[in-house]
């Protein structure tokens, strides 16, 4: 046995995205892997059968079945392409210039495909100038979006004629959904003249048959919608909303009905006081699903670092958790798929010890059974240790959890031993409890790793959450440091080698910690935040920034200014390592370089480290030379200063 190294990344696989056929017969699924050669991920498409027989079928990922499972959509080289259900391709049905986005989605009667594409505005020339009057024009991950929008298509499933646009405007189109009788199209949208200086999504229904007709639109404008889907009886539309006008992001969405043919909706899940896990426009957010008598439909919900599986009855109006585990050493995540008349489930999931494979259960959760294995005997090789929980009350008397990684090789009776202090992202989100695969690289150096699920995480209610809004960082840092002074009194933690890291979020609490206490001995910040002055006005989350703030930052510049690692760093003397990727737009690449210089004007122990053309999460989505890059810095910096610095 031996413990996880940084080159080992690109030996891991991970399964995703498990489908079964309407029948339960088949499970589509995808497996991602590292091509360190060609530096890039590489996915493809998988169909097993329930004994675990598997073979590959295509290059691509998002399949979806045909309602008559004799077919198969899956997107390639971002374009759709058609298998038989043996795995026989029929050849792409689309050559859409940008790619399309989002899954395949097939109508009723399998004769056509809805998908997403999005639509140049005009025929720009090559390093014209570009002139913008909407907010919205920078995306994470995409780049320039301010020269189109996305809108819906149909495409006949043979292949007959070209793709047909049925959205027009200059709005954005997402998350298409069929009617049961196919005359008509949800999806999510907006009609609003200032659409770009708020969050507000709704569902709108577009009639197939009359293409002039003006759509409707069924919701309340209250807040961000997400993720329609429609009831098989066609009197219902299930879809997410977070009633929250100001952010698509900080406020908890929840479970909503509406009639199909007009009236008010109905929140059916904010009871938990749990949200779903959805993410803003444009993410590709999982719907609901409908049992096949739409007499339920069946959610995901977040339950700390967990999620749980949810089935709502109509008739009754019970809420009942139908799948769901609190252990780490049990399928932690994943969303659960059924079969048409719902006897399979399916769902790809990690635990903390083991990426994501495919697994099958009953239609009541029960009797889960892994369906792969792809990363065996890979993983039978390493030392790997779950983390454990520990709890502690806040001053207003809730639990704050706090997970806690130990080395392999640790005892009870080891020497009290180097921790890095882990700050999550978000702020609103918690700790990836699912194979952490940077947490547990740390714990193999031996760094006993503390991950706290500091007030403001998601996943523990929504006072829990808000508590921190209009104060970032404070109550955070208590959170922390606590957790950190628990294992110090315990023996398990040496307070005079301590560090701490995080990336977005959590590289804006690295800051901050360094610059507001002593207790660190180095710091690492990725994909940071310095100063929420200047990020507000330049992040594609802007919105998210002022409404966690109170407002905008002329409006409360003090409240920016006292809340900004910036205006403290000339305390910040710890040696801190910052990676930050060239094309971020979620936290810009200026936010580090005037972090560096002002610590290198200081002339502190401060490292600059930009990944060309990497977006925000380079780090676990990026080319497997800047994730191997990343985790190679990151483990050296902290065994060096917490370490081999102090012998």
Not at 61 to 66: L, T, V
Not at 333 to 345: C, F, I, Y
Not at 381 to 406: A, C, K, Y
Not at 519 to 546: K, M
Request: hydrophobic residues 35%; glycine residues 8%; charged residues 20%.
């Amino acid at each position: 046995m031996r413990t996880l190294q940084p080159e080992d990344l690109v030996e891991l696989r991970s399964a995703s995205d498990a489908q079964p056929s309407p029948d339960g017969q088949q499970i589509a699924y995808v497996v991602t892997a590292l091509d360190a050669a060609e530096d890039r991920s590489h996915s493809s498409v998988w169909i097993a059968s329930p004994n675990g027989d598997s073979r590959q079928v295509a290059d691509g990922a998002m399949p979806r079945w045909s309602p008559d499972g004799t077919r198969l959509a899956c997107v390639s080289n971002r374009q759709i392409c058609v298998l038989t259900s043996d795995g026989v391709p029929t050849g792409p049905l689309t050559e859409v210039p940008h790619g399309v986005f989002g899954p395949p989605v097939w109508s009723p009667d399998g004769a056509l495909i809805a998908f997403t594409a999005r639509v140049p505005t005009d025929a720009s020339t090559p390093g014209a100038p570009r002139v913008i009057r909407k907010l919205r024009y920078l995306l994470n991950g995409e780049g320039y979006i301010g020269d189109g929008f996305w809108h819906v298509f149909t495409v006949p499933a043979d292949g007959s004629s070209p793709p047909r646009q049925l959205t027009s405007g200059a709005w954005h189109h997402f998350s298409p959904t069929w009617s049961p009788d196919g005359r008509h199209l949800a999806c999510v949208t907006t009609r609003r003249d200032d659409w770009d200086t708020e969050w507000v999504w709704d569902v709108y229904v577009f009639d197939l048959e009359h293409h002039s007709a003006i759509p409707r639109c069924l919701t309340d404008s209250s807040g961000t919608c997400a993720a329609p889907a429609w009831s098989p009886d066609g009197q219902w539309i299930a879809y997410f909303d977070n009633h929250c006008t100001g952010t698509a992001y900080t406020q908890d969405y929840y479970l909503c009905l509406v009639p199909a043919k007009g009236g008010s909706p109905v929140d059916v899940s904010r009871v938990l006081d749990r949200g779903c896990q959805i993410s803003q426009p444009p993410a590709v957010n999982e719907p609901a699903r409908w049992s096949s008598d739409s007499s339920t439909v069946f959610f995901h919900v977040r339950e700390g670092g967990f999620i749980h599986y949810y089935a709502y009855a109509l008739t009754s109006r019970e809420l009942r958790r139908v799948r769901g585990t609190l252990d780490v050493d049990q399928p932690i995540d994943g969303w659960v798929r059924q079969s048409a008349d719902g006897r399979v489930w399916a769902f790809a999931s990690a635990t903390a010890c083991r990426p994501p494979e495919v697994f099958v259960c009953r239609a009541n959760g029960e009797n889960v059974h892994q369906l792969t294995d792809v990363n065996s005997p890979f993983l039978s090789q390493m030392d790997l240790r779950s983390p454990v929980r520990r709890s502690r009350t806040s001053p207003e008397g809730w639990p704050v959890e706090t997970w806690i990684w130990l080395p392999p090789a640790y005892t009870t009776t080891s020497e009290p031993l180097p921790a890095v202090l882990y700050f999550h992202g978000g702020p609103h989100n918690s700790i990836s409890l699912a194979f952490n695969d940077q947490l547990h690289l740390l714990a193999a150096a031996g760094l006993v790793v503390v991950g706290v699920n500091f007030r403001g995480s998601t996943g523990f209610g929504a006072a829990f959450a808000d508590s921190i809004l209009r104060d970032w960082g404070p109550r955070e840092l208590e959170d922390g440091v606590a957790a950190i002074d628990d294992l110090i009194a315990e023996g398990v933690v040496d307070p005079h080698r301590v560090g701490v890291y995080g990336s977005s979020y959590g590289g804006f609490m690295t800051n901050l910690a360094l610059a507001r206490t002593d207790r660190f001995a180095a710091g690492v910040s990725g994909a940071t935040i310095s100063g929420l002055y200047t990020w507000s006005n330049v992040t594609d989350h802007w919105e998210s920034v002022d409404w966690d703030s109170g407002g905008a930052s002329w409006e409360i510049p003090e409240y920016y200014a006292t809340h900004s690692p910036m205006t403290y760093v000339a305390d910040i003397t710890a040696p801190l390592l910052i990676l930050h990727g060239e094309a971020d737009y979620r936290c810009s690449v200026a936010e580090a370089d005037q972090l560096f210089g002002a610590l290198r004007k200081l002339r502190r122990t401060v490292e600059l480290v930009r990944y060309p053309g990497a977006s925000h999460a380079f780090a676990h989505s990026g080319p497997p030379s800047h994730r191997l890059d990343a985790a190679r810095r990151v483990v050296d910096w902290f065994v060096h200063y917490l370490t081999q610095a102090h012998r």
